[in-house]
Each structure stands twice: as C-alpha cells, then as structure tokens.
C-alpha cells in the first residue's frame, strides 16, 4: 500500500514542524505580549494545538504595524518630541491654562504629539439626526479639502447622501479624500470603497484582510472617526456612517444612539493631521494639502490624542489611570463597553475611597451580549467600593464620555474595552472647559437617571448558571 509511508513521512514532517515552531512561537508570545492572560492563551495554544497553534499565532497574534505615518513632519505638529520618555515638549506658544486646569493639561502634554491649542468651539451634535446635516452642511461649503476617515461606511440611504455630497464638492475642484477600515467596510453591501470610486473620489481603505499574502486579522483596526473640511472645521465622537444613528420620533430595532462633536478653530487642524498619517499610512504617498491658517472661534482649549498597536506605551490607558487619580470631586463615564485593565479598575476604586463620586453609565441593552455579560461578572469590584453603576434604557447607547470634576472632558473614538485599548487605532479629544463638562456631565446623568441603578445586591443575585456563563465570557475578555 504505496501511501502508508507518504502519509506516515507526513505526519513525522508535521511533527517535527510542531516540535520547532511550536517553542519559538510559545516563546514570541511570552516576551512581546502586554496583557499575560493574552500571552497565557497564546501560548497555550502555540504547545497544545499541533500545528495549526503557531501558524494561526504567526497570521493573528503578531503585530506587524509600524506606522509609517508617526515619522511625518505635517504642518502645525511638533517635530522630535519624545513621547513618553518623561519630559515636557517644548512650545513656546504654549496657551495659558486655568490654574485648575494645569494639572490636567500636563498629563497630555507628556503623552500627545500634539500641544494644546486655544480659542476653539466645541458643539455637541446628538444622533445622526444632527450630525450629518450639519457634515453635509460643511461639505457643501468645502473650498480646499474635504477629509473624511470611519470605521464604518453603510451604503444605505445616509451612506448615499455622503457619498453624493462628496462627490459633488470633488466636482467643484475640492480635495476629496476617504479612509475606510478594511473589516468596517464589510458591515455593508455592496462595499462604500466601491461606490466611493466609482463616483471618483479617491478612496483607501485601512488594511483590508487577504489571502496572499496573508493578512487574516480582525484586530489592527482604524476606529477613527474624522471629517475635516476646509482645516478650520471637522467632525469626530463615537458615530458611523448610516442610517442606525438617525432615530427620528420613534427609533428602530437595530437604532444607535450616539453623540457627536463639531470642532472649529485651531484644533481642527491637529484632526486633520492624524487623517494625512493614515492616509499615508494606507497609501504610502504623503500628500499634504495647501496650508491653511486656523482661525479663531472660541474660548476652549482643545488637544488630540491617538493611540494604537504601533506604540508600547499604551498613552490612552495612561491618560485615563492619571485623569483619574486627580480627580476631586466627581468623575462621569458614559461607555457601551467597559471591560477596562486592572490599573483602571484601581484608579476608580481609589477615587471613590477618597470620597470622588463615581457614576458609570452603561447601556441597558448591549449590541455585543457577550461583552455586557463579561462586564456584570466584574462590576462587582467597583460596585463594593461604592462607585454608582446605571444602566440607560433602550435604543443601545454608543456614546462615549469622561468628565472629571466638571472642569475637563475626553470625547473620541475609544472605548473602556481592551480592543479600543490595546488593538484599535484610537483617537481622543481632550477638552478643557468648565461650561463644556458641565454641559456634558449633566447629559450623562440625565440618561442615567432615565434608566435604572445597578446594585450589588443584583449583581451577587445572579442565578448559578448565569454567573457561570458571565464569567466564561469574562475569561476571554482580552479578546473580545
């Protein structure tokens, strides 16, 4: 029987493979991987699943990226500062802070790339009921560029109004340009990179999973969400693209609701800087537009700040973790997903200790259940030391806020989960203004107040099997 010794000299060629690859992968993963009960599972897998473990941790498990953008020099951004190295950047044109406001200013200014600029206007925009008129507002007034970067991009009946609007300033003579996540895009079809191009308007698309050669990851994502028109006004918060996050009177099934934020000023320029690093990250071609001057158009004082798996430092985490520790009096989180690392977790038991009222509010109905049945098997924790938990009625809440002592507030693309803190490409904006966080801070609790408190009592409550299946789902939280 001739194929007896192929199959054997297979097998033996298999294990061998195994028996190579195996420790070197298990090894890779053990002194690169922040999170040890990610390296855990890696690792795990790498010894115990016979070939498949290292060939799905070499495809999934290592991170290739290396932004070719971070070695850009863009106009309005600081050349040759040395993030996290422990030393202030040097700005002479630095803007007075509120002496109150100093202690949270230089917490950015040892993570950020960018310094704070002043005399900006920050508009809260509430639902795509009143963001995306005033996005395709701004677009139709666009005379230089108009740049836009999203997760997500639906073709449906929002998605198409979008498209014609840009279509529409590329035919005045405008730069248009779009970035499109390579997993985002396929929440729709057909594709928004497609429908894109073929109204001529030039369209990348963030590293899109393929075969040859391979690139399998649904990690590594662009979580930006960026419209800059013009380099005076631009657009960023927690919405998509599409018609989920138009509620109308009466709102739909599968309904968003999400808050959104117009900037115009000087800080609309750092927004569009980060949109030209990811294109040329995508693309490979800087691309600078022509200069503009930012101009004035307000009293607030604004920064940005982005994160991802190019950097080692984790600066959204740190942001968090030290904003947290100087808080005096109050702290409000709205989140859809809240599964924060342990130094979070901390940061907010040793606030409320020390007499800081607490407020997190989550969605009563989670898109993710998996996500909100690994977040009630740890709320616990937070919960025992006094920090007050809501959970806001239906339709699922995407809004994303932090507002600590009604003086500072963090709005953006981020999430309190491991996949916006460790995986994605995040980007925050740091905003300091009493009149705002307080504006904000009310909001937050008027939707707490609308839905119901979470107690600890519930939470211990749980039935056997339901605390069995939460805690299942709370195991692989570093990968969800």
Sequence with gaps: MPEWPTLLDAGLIAALFHLVISPVAALHALMFKRDSRAAFGWIALCLLLPVAGPVLYTILGINRIRRRARRLELPGLRVGFERGR????????????????????????????????????????????????????????AARSVFLSSYIFDTDETGTAVIEHLA????????????????????????????????????????????????????LRNHHKILVVDGHTAFTGGLNIGDRHVLGENPGKNAVADIHFRVRGP????????????????????????????????????????????????????????????????????????????????ALQAA??????????LPERNNLPYVH???????????YQGVEVFYQPPPFAHSKLFVVDDRYAMVGSSNWDP?????????????????????????????????????????????????????LCWLFSPYL
């Excluded at 600890?456 to 605390?467: F, H, K, T």
């Design 86 to 141: 422990g030393r202030l950047p040097e700005n002479s044109d630095r803007p007075e802070m509120p002496t109150e406001l100093q202690p949270l200013e230089l917490i950015g200014a040892r993570l950020s790339e960018h310094p704070v600029t002043a005399r900006n206007a920050v508009d809260p925009l509430v639902n795509g009921d009143e963001t995306f008129p005033a996005m395709l507002e701004a677009i139709d007034e």
């Design 267 to 346: 800080g609309a320029l750092q927004l569009e800087n980060e949109f030209l690093r990811t294109w040329e990250f995508v693309t490979g071609t800087p691309e600078p537009p022509a200069p503009v001057s930012a101009c004035p158009a307000g009293s607030i004082h604004t920064r940005v700040l982005t994160d991802g798996p190019d950097d080692h430092l984790d600066q959204i985490t740190q942001l968090l973790s030290a904003t947290l520790s100087t808080a005096r009096e109050s702290i409000v989180i709205m989140t859809p997903y809240f599964l924060p690392p342990r130094e979070i977790i901390g």
């Design 168 to 219: 529409a300033a590329r035919r005045r003579g405008v730069d248009v340009r779009v970035v499109v996540d390579g997993v985002g895009q396929f929440y729709s079809w057909p594709r928004a990179p497609r429908r894109l191009r073929a109204a001529g308007i030039r369209t990348a698309v963030f590293l899109p999973p393929r075969l040859l050669p391979p690139r399998l990851s649904i990690n």
């Design 419 to 471: 996949r916006s803190l460790r995986l994605n490409f995040e980007l925050q904006l740091e905003i300091f203004s009493p009149e705002f966080a307080q504006r904000m801070a009310r909001r937050a609790l008027e939707a707490a107040h609308r839905g119901r408190r979470v107690t600890l009592a519930e939470v211990d409550g749980r039935s056997l099997p339901v605390r069995v299946r939460d805690s």
């Design 373 to 383: 049945w690994a977040t009630r098997n740890m709320l616990w924790e937070i919960l």
């Design 352 to 361: 409320s200790l020390r007499g800081v009222r607490v407020t997190l509010i």
